[in-house]
């Protein structure tokens, strides 16, 4: 069976290639490199002992996915292709509705063509807002997005409902996302931000290796056991194999399904930071700042429908998931520029 997986260079893909290799399928990875390096690919090739092809292309140049489609006969496409930096989309709001929704529609309308019906699509706990109640489930309210990058989310959401219902051939598994951390155990693939780092995990492993001062957390007045926000951490090996779980439902033709992938453990910033602390054998320099526009206080979420539908269960916690990214963070201090 053949894959296509849009955006696999990335940090989640490059980890959800790994489990699709390793569970017998095959991978062609198309990615424009815009947040990425080809090399996180020599290595998946690596850890896995099996080849891939990858084809460097953008989800707007409709000519090109036309031709990806002509040369391949693909079984299901994840969509990791997608830009993901809040803060920016503040500021480009054009260009992420854009890179986001056209590309998603370009390669719903390629499908279609080509007759692929069955679509796995990145979405984020941030559709949910500031959820009344937590722990949050796949039945709760959705909307509220406080920024750009989490609205393109919520209406990606919402074309896809719209295309099953107009063409309910489309199999489709939306995946929110709960907060990936962590690295492949080999420590050969992990996330490589680009420049400063805005989410807590890769800010903290700069910390850790000198290239951060301190650690800001944002914010010790939320309304939570120890005053800072309080997140379901998953490690991206688990969330990755989740993509292979929910590409099992997808060939029973079961329509449009949501599942949320999280542990169901809601972990505090200090309690992400003890755990690397714990990885380190040190302490970690921090200071207590202001809180950062746009954070709610607390989201976390049921696993029941994941497991019972799709037999999905993360296996590792916190303490793996810094583990991991420290493991990563130590062999490659520049990324994937060693
Ligand atoms: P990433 O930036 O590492 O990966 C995204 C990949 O898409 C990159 O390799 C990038 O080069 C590629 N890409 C971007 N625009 C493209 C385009 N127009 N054409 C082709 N390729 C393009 O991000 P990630 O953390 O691996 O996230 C993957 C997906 O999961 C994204 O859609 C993201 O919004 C979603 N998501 C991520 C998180 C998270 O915390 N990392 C949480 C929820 C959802
Ligand atoms: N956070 C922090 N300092 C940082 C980055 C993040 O205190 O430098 C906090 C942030 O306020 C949030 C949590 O860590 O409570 C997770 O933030 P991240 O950006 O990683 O993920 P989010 O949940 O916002 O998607």
Known sequence: MKILVTGGAGYIGSHTCVELLNNGFEVVVYDNLSNSKEEALTRVKK???????????????????????????????????????????????????????????????VMKKYECYNFIFSSSATVYGDPEVVPVDENSKIGGTTNPYGTTKLFIEQI?????????????????????????????????????????????????????????????DYETPDGTCIR?????????????????????????????????TG?????????????????????????????????????????NEINFKAKYDINDMARDQWNWQAKNQNGYEN
């Open 267 to 307: 972990s505090s910033v200090f309690d992400v930071l003890h755990a690397f602390e714990k990885a380190y054998g040190k302490e970690i320099p921090y200071v207590i700042g202001n809180r950062r526009a746009g954070d709610i206080a607390v989201n976390f979420t049921k696993v029941d429908k994941a497991l």
């Open 160 to 220: 896809l409902k719209d295309l099953h219902y107009a063409e309910p051939k489309f199999n489709i598994a939306i995946l929110r996302y709960f907060n990936p951390i962590g690295a492949h155990p080999t420590g050969l693939i992990g996330e490589d931000p680009n420049g400063i780092p805005n989410n807590l995990a890769p800010y903290i492993t700069q910390v850790m290796i000198g290239k951060r001062e301190k650690l800001t957390i944002f914010g010790n």
């Open 47 to 109: 850890i896995t002992g099996k080849d891939l092809i990858f084809v460097k292309g953008d989800v707007l140049d409709v000519k090109a996915l036309d031709k990806l489609f002509n040369e391949h006969k693909f079984d299901c496409v994840i969509n990791f292709a997608g830009l993901k930096a809040v803060g920016e989309s503040v500021k480009k709001p054009l260009e992420y509705y854009h890179n986001n929704i056209t590309g998603a529609i370009n390669l719903l309308e």
């Open 232 to 264: 379901d951490y998953i490690h991206v090996c688990d969330l990755a194999y989740g993509h292979v779980c929910a590409l099992r439902k997808l060939l029973e033709n079961p329509g449009l399904v949501i599942y949320n992938l999280g542990t169901g």
